[in-house]
């Protein structure tokens, strides 16, 4: 491990350079262009030398895409999963009974090349609602999985794209009783994001050895204060998912909460989960800025968490940073419409360095220096709303012409 490139963290975890899924021992992936796709990587895979403990968290919308309930089925066998395909082009979401039929197949005949079980098997898909999966297509991209040019952790990141301009992938290393441990992960997402567990998905791998349960409660709790804290456009896909895998491979004994090491690794997972959450807010369709908004002073996390999301979902927020304009009156009001209970004279506002609100009143401020710094690519908003110990943060981007362009020939 290089120490020169630990991470800002009361734990002793470092970045690796180059990191990614298969950064941890006994995981591989790889990618390939099946033809679902016209040119791109459209089908990737992930594998563990031998099952790992799974835990995962999915989407709320109503419409949940069959692939997910197939994952969860298997999940919820014995809590292990062993190999992962997943789609992109096709969410396969809104299909009926003949997208879970397909699901199904998917897994089986992926189970069946990897040669594990078929309740170790992950599915998952994304891209355009309501098509059903060329299965022939992703049938024979299965049959050409072992071919060793596909087998590339960098393919499997390009395999699940759709609207994303760029790759997200990242890993860390650390210490657990003298045992070196891995986490490493990857996401996709660009638009229909705003997680509640957008089109969102993550897959994140460990050599950790840890209890299902623990991990369980682990991720949950962190992708409330991570996935859960971006947004792009306001809506919550059909077939968003977290899913890590611990295949114990790095020999620590076995962590739990009360293990003395525990928040090293708690610490760790919780940087890769917030790595690649705010790379998914920088990828934001069209975006041109990462926008992070800070609260502090709320009455509790949960309402903290509720006024950053405000105004980093503001659309009018979001436009005023694309044009530069530090219009803090879009700030106050979309703090004031979050239903949280506040003083609205205890209310203050920084776009940066430049406080632009005190007290609830305008305070003088530059407004040369207000718009040089709104053209940077990375902005911070700070919101302090009172006395209190709550304080959240979240992450999101810009509302640009370029994401109307998008989203308005999404199908063609």
């Known amino acids: 491990m290089k ?3 630990q991470l800002a963290t009361k734990e002793k975890v470092y970045l690796v350079p180059d990191g990614n899924v298969t950064t941890p021992k006994g995981f591989s992936a790889g990618g390939l262009h099946c033809g679902i796709r016209k040119k791109k990587l459209d089908l990737g895979w992930l594998y563990s030398d031998v099952p790992a403990q799974a835990a995962g968290v999915y989407t709320t919308n109503l419409f949940q895409a069959p692939p997910l309930k197939v994952t969860q089925e298997s999940i919820a066998k014995e809590n292990k999963i062993q190999a992962l395909l997943v789609n992109s082009g096709v969410a396969n979401a809104c299909t009926g009974m003949q997208g879970l039929e397909d699901a199904y197949q998917m897994r089986r005949l992926f189970a069946e090349k990897m040669n594990v079980s078929e309740t170790h098997t992950a599915v998952a898909s994304t891209g ?7 299965m022939d297509k992703i049938s024979e991209g299965i049959n050409r999985i072992h071919e060793q040019e596909n087998n590339k952790a960098s393919r499997f990141e390009t395999a699940i794209l759709t609207t994303d301009t760029r790759e997200k992938g990242v890993a860390v290393q650390f210490e657990i009783d003298g045992k070196e441990v891995s986490i490493g992960g990857v ?17 994140i791998t ?47 004994n076995a962590l739990s909460q009360s293990h003395p090491e525990w928040n090293t690794f708690f610490e760790a997972l919780k940087l890769v989960c917030e790595l690649l959450a705010k790379e998914i807010a920088r990828d934001g369709e069209g975006a041109t800025k990462l926008v ?34 530090a219009n803090w009156g879009r700030i106050i009001t979309a703090i004031g419409y979050s239903g949280q209970q506040l003083d609205p004279d205890e209310v203050s506002v920084s776009l940066g360095p430049i406080k632009v609100v005190e007290n609830g009143m305008p305070f003088a401020f530059d407004e040369k220096a207000a718009k040089d710094y709104l053209l940077k690519d990375t902005i911070t908003i700070f919101a302090g709303v009172g006395n209190g110990q709550g304080s959240a943060t979240a992450w999101g981007c810009d ?12 199908r063609t």
């Open 3 to 5: 120490h020169e490139n």
């Open 128 to 134: 355009l609602i309501g098509e059903l999966l060329p």
């Open 187 to 203: 996401a996709k997402g660009s638009g229909m994001i705003n997680p509640k567990m957008a089109t969102m998905l993550s897959f």
């Open 206 to 252: 460990t050599d950790a050895n840890i209890d299902d349960q623990t991990l369980s409660l682990a991720l949950k709790d962190i992708t409330n204060k991570s996935f859960n804290m971006i947004t792009v456009d306001g809506d919550t896909s059909t077939n968003d998912m977290v899913l890590v895998l611990a295949n114990g491979k790095a020999e620590n």
């Open 292 to 325: 992070e908004v800070q609260v502090n002073g709320a009455s509790s996390e949960e309402a903290a968490q509720a006024i950053s999301k405000s105004i980093i979902s503001s659309n009018l927020v979001k436009t005023a940073i694309h044009g530069a304009d």
């Open 399 to 410: 509302l640009s012409y370029e994401y109307v362009r998008i989203n308005a020939s999404y």
